[in-house]
């Protein structure tokens, strides 16, 4: 009778380094609602100081009270697609190509609206061409784009027979050098982020070669030492068997021993590839964040503590459920070794009403012998993981 075959351990083609999955992209609303949060679009919206020159223009215009009214509703408009602009396309930090040009014809159309109106003095709508053309144009579309404007603000008063404004083309110059100095150093940093993503990208590469060859070893000296030792005792047991059938029982009895700690061996290898690690864990949490516009405050390492596998469950799960529901515009993740805290500034949730994520990390962390706390309010959502030998400490 032979004995029943042990299905070898299936070993993944490719190891995971960062056990951290990709977290679900977040919602339409929830990538506007980021964006107004960041407040960084403050440094483009704050050039809307600059109306007040054609507004006062406007007031000081010697046209009927409806075209004055229509002049304001203009510049009303005016400011309002501007501000868009600088929400949605000029504040984000994404690569500039030429496919965002077009973003900036209601701002064109709107300024030639205003020169029947105020003539010359439309020309003080200018910095806000200048400045979407430099952080949405290629680099040579931006410069002839300010150059255009330059022109255009002395060519068309002297074809129109408008007086020509040196303090606006005085400023319009200024203006414009300003912004392309601006831009040029936006393309660098740009520059430089791409090299350190790519950086990143051949570190990755480089950690998962170095896994698998790892792997491989582990692998190797497992069953290379005991497929060897089982096929001597096997074949010992196999003469044995007729001359002292005893011993032979005795070969084959270590023989399954063996074979069973040689599997045992081999899934706590591939279990170690399953499992997350903290320091990775951190690292992912952060570009998963900042990926999703979310400002991402974590410490710098692991502490290194018992509890770092633990921990890793709870970051991994807590910063999904940030990406993913809280609609937040900060995270702040905190460790120590016995405890890890994850809070976010987002709308909130019900505490006693979570999903599966959370419920399977309430009952990992209570099966390893810890305690998860989930506060959540009109502030955001906190929540705290205790390790087993601190959970009788304070939070």
């Not at 400045?131 to 330059?150: G, S």
């Not at 792997?215 to 089982?230: E, N, P, Q």
């Not at 921990?311 to 991994?316: D, G, H």
Request: with cysteine; proline share 7%; charged share 20%.
């Amino acid at each position: 009778m032979t004995a029943p075959a042990h299905r070898a351990p299936t070993i993944p083609e490719d190891p995971v380094i960062d056990p951290q999955p990709a977290p679900p992209s977040p919602t339409a609303p929830e990538v506007r609602w980021a964006q107004w949060r960041d407040l960084r679009w403050l440094y483009s919206a704050i050039w809307l100081l600059f109306l007040a020159y054609p507004i006062s223009s406007v007031a000081t215009a010697d046209r009927p009270p409806e075209v004055k009214a229509l002049g304001f509703l203009i510049l009303a408009v005016f400011a309002v697609v501007y501000l868009l602009l600088s929400v949605y396309v000029i504040n984000p930090r994404a690569e500039i190509t030429g496919r965002n040009a077009w973003v900036i014809l209601p701002l064109v159309v709107l300024t030639g609206a205003m020169l029947p109106i105020i003539g010359e003095n439309a020309f003080g709508l200018g910095p806000f061409l200048m400045a979407v053309a430099a952080f949405t144009f290629p680099t040579l579309w931006a410069a002839v784009t300010v150059a255009a404007i330059i022109v255009l603000s002395v060519l068309l008063p002297a074809v129109s027979d408008w007086e020509l404004d040196l303090s606006v083309l005085v400023i319009l110059v200024c203006v414009g050098f300003t912004l392309l100095g601006f831009r040029a150093m936006a393309q660098r940093e740009q520059d430089r982020e791409y090299a350190e993503k790519r950086q990143r990208e051949l570190n990755a590469r480089l950690a998962l070669v170095a896994e698998r060859e790892r792997v491989a070893r582990d692998v190797h000296d497992i069953l290379g030492h005991s497929l060897t030792v089982i096929s001597v005792k096997s074949e010992l047991a196999g003469k044995l068997l007729d001359r002292d059938p005893q011993r032979a029982r005795t070969e084959l009895a270590e023989v399954n021993q063996l074979a069973r700690e040689s599997l045992a061996q081999v899934r706590a290898t591939v279990g170690q590839l399953r499992s997350p690690d903290l320091p990775s864990g951190l690292a992912a949490a952060e570009s998963a964040l900042r990926a999703a516009g979310v400002t991402a405050d974590l410490p710098p390492a692991a502490p290194g503590g018992p509890h770092d596998d633990l921990f890793a469950w709870v970051l991994r799960e807590a910063v999904t459920n940030v990406v993913r529901h809280s609609g937040a515009s900060r995270c702040t993740v905190t460790v120590t070794a016995g405890r890890i805290r994850i809070a976010d500034d987002g709308r909130g949730m019900d505490p006693e009403r979570t999903g599966n994520g959370l419920q399977g990390l309430r009952e990992r962390v209570g099966d390893a012998g810890g305690r998860l706390e989930i506060a959540s309010g009109a502030g955001g959502t906190t929540i705290t993981a205790t390790a087993p030998d601190e959970t009788g400490d304070d939070a």
